[in-house]
């Protein structure tokens, strides 16, 4: 298996730019999660899906943030306008079940200038 | 809801000696518990877990778990750190209540001198 596949691994764009990061969890998984990473925050859970259905998008920091998951092996999470604040590496898991645990992808580092 | 304490933003400790990092866990409902490790540049990759049984847990490059109900901690252990150790650690919990998805804590830097 090749594990949670993320797209792109560095993204580099201007400020108020649209972006957007891409995910294709493992196959079989019914649970996909987007977290990003900073130093000053730590990993913060932004939104996740069960089966392709959102479940919880309380941690979207605001409605620049939008996440679709239109089939079972793709996710993306998009950024319109992007600010230099969301500047983070952006994480997107998937998981079989809780008991499991999650299996990360390799994250997109985003820089916004 | 849950939430996870790690003690100490980063640790040293010399090639063979013990290494232990510290988590502190706060759930209203038995948790389910993890540890992760995150080398630079990478994802983060799973060491052990804990979800019921037995509460000492084994997980991959000789790290092990304790579960300690009475103490509310899930402390990571390796009885001979090697440089191969050097990443951070993250613990993680998960319950059946609040967003029923993983809450990470802060991290704990692991340096291991020669």
């Known amino acids: 298996d090749a594990g949670v596949i993320q797209s792109p691994r560095h993204e580099v764009t201007e400020m108020g730019q649209e972006v957007t990061l891409r995910c294709k969890p493992i196959?079989?998984?019914?649970?996909l999660f987007w977290y990003r990473q900073t130093m000053m925050r730590g990993l913060e859970l932004l939104i996740y899906?069960?089966?392709?259905?959102?479940?919880?998008d309380s941690g979207m920091p605001e409605d620049r943030f939008s996440a679709k998951m239109p089939n079972a092996s793709f996710s993306t999470l998009k950024i319109q306008p992007s600010e230099p604040r969301d500047s983070a590496v952006y994480f997107c898991?998937?998981?079989?079940?809780?008991?499991?645990?999650?299996?990360f992808g390799s994250g997109t580092r985003l820089t916004v200038v | 809801a849950q939430s996870v304490t790690q003690l100490g933003s980063h640790v040293s400790v010399s090639e063979g000696a013990l290494v232990l990092l510290r988590c502190n866990y706060s759930?209203?409902?038995?948790?389910?518990l993890f540890w992760y490790v995150q080398y630079p540049n990478q994802g983060l990759q799973l060491l052990l877990k804990?979800?019921?049984?037995?509460?000492l847990v084994k997980g991959i490059n000789g790290f092990e778990a304790e579960f300690k109900k009475s103490e509310t901690s899930f402390h990571l252990t390796k009885p001979s750190a090697h440089m191969s150790d050097a990443a951070e650690y993250f613990c993680?919990?998960?319950?059946?209540?609040?967003?029923?998805?993983?809450?990470f804590g802060s991290g704990t830097r692991l340096q291991v001198q020669p």
């Open positions: 898991a998937s998981s079989a079940g809780q008991g499991n645990g999650y299996t």
């Open positions: 899906f069960n089966n392709n259905v959102p479940i919880d």
């Open positions: 196959s079989g998984h019914n649970s």
């Open positions: 993680a919990v998960w319950a059946e209540t609040g967003r029923r998805a993983l809450t």
């Open positions: 804990y979800t019921t049984g037995a509460t």
């Open positions: 759930s209203s409902v038995p948790p389910y």
